[in-house]
């Protein structure tokens, strides 16, 4: 050039993202840098700076303003150049720069595409001037009145997509499934601000195109094009997403489908006149060839994260240092080979995906991913403090990375590791979530069931086989069962399945309600048993005694023959009621049994395994314990039902926290908490014993284990409830120390739910249930199919009213009759809720027996992190095994690949991995990507 490189000065109009880069290679070369900005720009986007760019000066700044014509900005860019600078260059720095750089770039005289196109960056325009050429093209039409799309828009097939015909990448962009949201989004467009500034004139409506999409990044000269990267984009469903991205892949320049590509690209580059500089087309391969998206004319976006991968698969240059050359130095562009050469390396671009939710404490898997052999570059858009969200798209994605290596073995090795690290929620530590333990076996257990009361009854879904229920065993009833009466105390949950029973052998049963019990609870009734009818209602008086006389007068001429508990809260009232019946009864030696403090102390009197624990009604009780016991704790009521307040404390300060929080609550089952416990946090599988005793005999009648799983970001969600056999290693621990416990607590009638845990130093009590297993007796089908026909629920009345049936049930269960679990159905996504399919096919499993949700069309979905977003409990069973474990493996399937639902789909706003600015607008996709 006659004029060097320090007397000479290039305007880069609204330089941001990719942009500065291409404006930091310049001025390494010498050249002094001017920058421009066009009025509507905003502010906001004028800081979208790489980091790497932060330090790139500029000579002048100028900034367009309204009412100025294109000689006002000449004139303004000369002034703020001077005299002794030559101006050699003017090119667009973003999305929002090509039509001033267009126009200013001729006016100078210095390289440009010039403005016989006016306005090549509208989409509409775009798709003629290619469509003109023969090239495939969108079914398109746009205007900036509803009546010119209006047609379109109702002979189209849908869904179809709308954007502005200028915007910047995706701004604005939206799939709109029906002509009413089209119409709707068609208006919306027309009344907000453009991403980049500055008002939409028109809208653009286009075919919905399906395909693999792709990226040609080109640089051209004088209307010669050479291309730089071919690029796929690896998208796939995700958290309840259609599509998430998950990388930007290169794909071989020399491969038929990069040639395809790059020839049409070739061709929609001579059709919008683009002949000079740096473009970014993206192109979907349909059924029919491939088919422009839309070209963007100027540099591929996102910040330039992808230049190091770039640099590396061609051997060592990029469309930013190839776009200088094309404009300054034509010796070095010709030098360019017009495709890249066969992948040099090993590499891809890599998003981020967050499979949980939390603030960031620390970020252990940058670490673990900058100490990758293949490691180059890690961009987070997360950090410590930061509230990450489950990725749905990009803008919820923690950040970028960019892999190479020479060895594909390699890569792949480390693309697994950070999959894995996603997959098990390891990228991050996250701050302590104040959330509260729930088991299974709590009385509430299917807060799925009771969210969707208000929207109708839960679904309900029983098999019609008869293989799997095992041979009745037939109850025989006393003489005089039509002129007795059963006392069931606060029936609720399973309490309402054991007055079930008791009526089915003809006996009248008393609904005998404690004080305090709240309205709320004697509604949660199992929908198996349908309509409660009781003989009568009775409420609890003042004393005993005049309970006692109520309970009488009520009986009237029926003779109270059993007193007994229908859930947690009615268990102190049946001990002592029963026992001044003189019916059978576990009595009041022990004044609160079901005390969580008192059991502990009662078991390690008898030198079972018991937890390290302290209690009281003053925090000044428990405070020595809290400061010297190793975290985390657990903080419970001492005498709540189940897992009712039951926390995990984790320091000092939450546990006072929660101390307090407890005495100032009211227990789920009414009345108010009286003193709290606080324990030492056990260690291993968590197990359920259920048992049934009468004089002291306790028979087994099923032992369980959970199957507790880490899962979008909890620790640990229910993913079911399996039988353990009875001759298994664990069950002669757990079955022996339970009924130590037992006889330790005086249990000596009536059914039972023990809780332990196998810890390392052996089987330590977690709490006894002094009452039947909760949840909504669910289980009992499984129990009977496996035992041959009895389960916990009919033995328990046996053990009150029929002695002879209790003598011959076996002091353990048999070797199973069948396999079976309950299945508890996790979400990994979220949404509003069209239809259920999944349901569909676990109702047609050979293993189905019975299925119970509270989710149906129109119900909300979140992630399960907890039985609250649990969505479901199947109960399946089969006598082969292998069908069983094949039935809940489908499943399993079904919830990770989203298939248990069909969400309904609002609109969603693309956002393409390519673009400007990787946040910009996203709306609602209700279980499509929000």
């Not at 979140?862 to 499943?891: N, P, Q």
């Amino acid at each position: 050039m006659s004029v060097s490189p320090g007397q000479s000065i290039v305007i880069i109009v609204d330089p941001y993202s990719t942009g500065c880069m291409i404006g930091q290679e310049i001025a390494k070369r010498g050249y002094k840098l001017l920058k421009l900005w066009t009025k509507n720009f905003s502010d906001d986007m004028k800081t979208h700076i790489p980091i790497s760019c932060r330090d790139v000066a500029y000579y002048a700044e100028v900034q367009e303003q309204n009412g100025w014509t294109l000689e006002d900005t000449d004139s303004a860019i000369r002034q703020a150049a001077g005299p002794q600078l030559t101006i050699i260059g003017c090119i667009a720095g973003g999305e929002a720069g090509i039509d001033m750089a267009d126009a200013l770039s001729e006016k100078l005289g210095v390289v440009t595409n010039g403005t016989a196109i006016p306005n090549r960056r509208d989409k509409k325009v775009q798709q003629e001037l290619i469509k003109a050429k023969g090239l495939r093209s969108i079914r398109q039409s746009g205007g900036d009145k509803f009546e010119q799309v209006e047609e379109f828009l109702k002979s189209e097939h849908y869904p179809v997509v709308l954007k502005p015909v200028d915007s910047a990448g995706s701004d604005g962009v939206k799939l709109c499934q029906d002509f009413n949201e089209a119409k709707e989004h068609f208006h919306r467009l027309l009344k907000v601000e453009a991403v980049n500034g500055g008002m939409n004139k028109e809208v653009l409506c286009q075919e919905f195109l399906k395909g693999k999409e792709y990226v040609v990044d080109q640089v051209s000269r004088d209307g010669v094009h050479k291309t730089t990267n071919v690029w796929v984009y690896d998208k796939r469903p995700t958290n309840g997403s259609a599509f998430v991205y998950f990388g930007l892949v290169p794909v071989d320049p020399t491969t038929d489908i990069a040639k395809m590509l790059v020839e049409y690209a070739r061709g929609a580059l001579d059709a919008l006149a683009i002949r000079n500089g740096p473009s970014h087309g993206e192109i979907i391969v349909t059924q029919d060839g491939p088919c422009l998206v839309e070209m963007n004319c100027r540099a591929h976006g996102a910040d330039g994260c992808w230049v190091p991968l770039a640099r590396a698969l061609t051997g060592g240059y990029s469309q930013i240092d190839a776009s200088v050359d094309a404009l300054f130095d034509t010796e070095r562009f010709d030098a360019l080979p017009d495709l890249p050469p066969s992948l040099q390396a090993s590499g891809l671009m890599v998003y981020l995906i967050s499979f949980s939710e939390g603030i960031i404490k620390s970020t252990p898997g940058y670490e673990v991913i900058s100490k990758l052999p293949s490691f180059i570059w890690l961009q987070p858009s997360a950090t410590i403090g930061s509230h990450v969200d489950f990725t749905v798209d990009l803008n919820s994605s923690p950040g970028t990375c960019v892999l190479v290596n020479k060895d594909p073995d390699v890569l792949k090795k480390d693309l697994d590791l950070i999959r894995y690290l996603e997959e098990i929620n390891a990228m991050f530590g996250y701050e302590t979530r104040k959330t509260h333990m729930r088991a299974p076996s709590f009385a509430e257990k299917k807060p799925f069931l009771r969210r969707a009361a208000s929207e109708g009854a839960p679904s309900r879904f029983m098999s019609n086989r008869m293989d799997l229920r095992g041979p009745l065993m037939k109850r025989m009833t006393t003489v005089d069962a039509s002129k007795e009466c059963v006392v069931v105390v606060d029936p609720y949950s399973t309490g309402c399945v054991l007055v079930k029973e008791i009526q089915s052998r003809s006996y009248k049963v008393i609904a005998l309600w404690t004080k305090g019990f709240s309205e709320e609870m004697k509604t949660h009734v199992p929908l198996k048993c349908g309509e409660m009818i009781y003989h009568a209602h009775v409420d609890e008086q003042d004393t005993l005694a005049d309970t006692m006389k109520a309970v009488y007068k009520t009986a009237g001429v029926f003779r109270v023959v059993a007193c007994i508990a229908g859930g947690e809260a009615g268990v102190d009232l049946a001990d002592s009621l029963s026992e001044r019946l003189e019916v059978r009864t576990n009595g009041t030696d022990i004044p609160n049994r079901r005390d969580k403090k008192i059991q502990q102390e009662l078991i390690k009197a008898e030198g079972l395994r018991s937890v390290r624990q302290a209690g009281g009604a003053k925090f000044s009780d428990v405070e020595e314990f809290l400061k010297t016991e190793q975290y985390p704790v657990v903080l419970k009521p001492v005498d709540s039902a189940g897992s009712d307040g039951v926390k995990l404390c984790h320091d000092f300060d939450e546990a006072k926290e929660h101390f307090h929080h407890l005495l100032e609550v009211e227990a789920v089952n009414g009345g108010m908490n009286t003193e709290v416990l606080c324990q030492e946090f056990l260690k291993g599988k968590e197990y359920v014993i259920d048992h049934v005793s009468r004089d002291g005999i306790h028979k087994t009648m099923q032992v369980w284990v959970y199957d507790k799983r880490p899962a979008n970001g909890s620790a640990f969600v229910y993913f079911g409830m399996v039988p353990v056999p009875t001759d298994s290693p664990e069950a002669r621990m757990l079955i022996p120390y339970i009924r130590t416990v037992l006889d330790s607590l005086g249990m000596r009638n009536g059914p039972s739910h023990g809780e332990a845990i196998i810890t390392a130093n052996g089987p330590c009590l977690v709490e006894m249930n002094c009452r039947a297993h909760g949840g909504d007796g669910n289980w009992s089908v499984i129990a009977k199919a496996i035992n041959g026909g009895y389960s916990q629920i009919d033995a328990s009345i046996d053990s009150y009213l029929n002695k002879q049936q209790f003598a011959i049930l076996p002091d353990m269960p048999p070797a199973p009759k069948a396999s079976g679990q309950e299945v508890m159905l996790v979400s990994y996504s979220r949404g509003t809720v069209k239809s259920c399919p999944g349901f569909e096919v676990i109702k047609q499993m050979e293993s189905f027996v019975y299925l119970e949700s509270g989710v149906k069309e129109g119900t909300f979905v979140e992630h399960t992190t907890d039985l609250v977003t649990s969505v479901g409990s199947a109960i399946v069973m089969h006598h082969d095994a292998t069908v069983l474990k094949k039935d809940v493996a489908r499943i399993r399937e079904m919830e990770k690949n989203n298939e248990l639902f069909e969400y309904k789909v609002t609109g969603s706003m693309f956002k393409a991995a390519s673009k400007v600015n990787l946040g910009g607008i996203i709306e609602g996709v209700e279980g499509m990507g929000v």
